[in-house]
């Protein structure tokens, strides 16, 4: 009950192309579904994030997704670019419990 | 603003020494802080929850006699790993979160440290 399923486990995109990550957990306790992009020996970085009042938040190229009734939500990448190459994990928390859980994350490549 | 220190971003040791690592939250104040292992192209394993002023709670098979957290202050959480073994080698990452956004979820992460244990 408290896994994030995320998919694909690696993703290759054109440049130009859209990337698209999706996510879906199980705990209907969670209130806040961020993003995080993640360069090789670094931390991760928050990318974006919705609360599942909200069916969707755009950010300049980066735009969430989120189905509640079906417990789901996805990254899309607009107009990719090499720069986009790192490794995105999805998240869910409940912020009273503090708890974050983690997907397994998706290393993505952007082709020149 | 929001932004977490880490320190070292990277270091050897001998096996059977001990390390320390440092978390840092800069411009803000952190009550909760959390330790991760990061395995290579795996994700962020949360070890404990660090509390500042009290003893830290540890996820299920992590060693607390092993992974010692401390967070003697609202800016800062230390992990010590003693005794040092090859197999404890991994990317630590800590997370805080701001005191003074207390419900909205988010983490800032630290940098990381990479340990390498010969």
């Known amino acids: 009950q408290q896994q994030v399923k995320q998919s694909p486990q690696s993703l290759i995109v054109q440049k130009g192309g859209i990337s698209i990550i999706n996510c879906a957990y199980e705990n209907t306790a969670f209130d806040y579904f961020p993003w995080y992009q993640q360069f090789p020996g670094k931390g991760p970085a928050l990318l974006i994030a919705i609360r599942p009042d909200v069916s969707e938040k755009k950010e300049g190229r980066f735009t969430i997704s989120f189905n509640k009734s079906a417990k789901q939500f996805s990254l899309h990448i607009m107009d990719s670019q090499p720069g986009d190459s790192a490794t995105y994990f999805c998240?869910?928390?409940?912020?009273?419990?503090?708890?974050?859980?983690f997907g397994a994350g998706t290393r993505l490549f952007v082709k020149a | 603003g929001a932004v977490v220190s880490q320190h070292p971003s990277w270091v050897i040791c001998k096996s059977g020494t001990s390390v320390k690592i440092e978390c840092r939250s800069l411009?803000?104040?952190?009550?909760?802080m959390f330790w991760y292992r990061q395995f290579p192209k795996q994700s962020l394993m949360l070890m404990a929850t660090?509390?500042?002023?009290?003893?830290?709670?540890?996820e299920q098979g992590v060693e607390k006699d092993k992974f010692l957290i401390n967070h003697a202050s609202l800016t800062l959480s230390t992990l010590t790993v003693t005794s040092a073994h090859p197999e404890d080698s991994s990317f630590y990452i800590c997370?805080?979160?701001?005191?003074?956004?207390?419900?909205?979820?988010?983490?800032?992460f630290g940098e990381g440290s990479r340990l390498t244990v010969l």
């Open positions: 660090s509390n500042e002023g009290s003893k830290a709670t540890y």
């Open positions: 997370s805080a979160r701001d005191l003074g956004r207390p419900n909205t979820g988010e983490l800032f």
């Open positions: 411009d803000f104040q952190a009550t909760t």
């Open positions: 998240a869910a928390t409940n912020t009273g419990g503090f708890k974050t859980i």
